[in-house]
């Protein structure tokens, strides 16, 4: 486990002493970066809305009438 940690704190210093790349960012690549950032906030409200919905079951089932 500690290899982990180890290798991750040598990405990490090597991605923070990197020289800045000056690189172009194509249209294409900015509508990819856009997409990947939609899905991603509607896999996580489809996330929510699931977990959301299994709690208040429970919850209706805790505090129903008997």
């Known amino acids: 486990m500690t290899k982990i940690y180890n290798l991750t704190a040598i990405g990490f210093v090597a991605l923070l002493t990197a020289p800045a790349a000056h690189a172009y960012i194509d249209p294409g690549t900015g509508a990819l970066f856009v997409q990947a950032a939609i899905g991603a906030a509607a896999t996580a409200l489809v996330t929510i ?8 079951t429970i919850f209706r089932g805790l505090f129903a009438p008997r």
């Open 49 to 56: 809305k699931y977990w959301w919905s299994k709690a208040m």
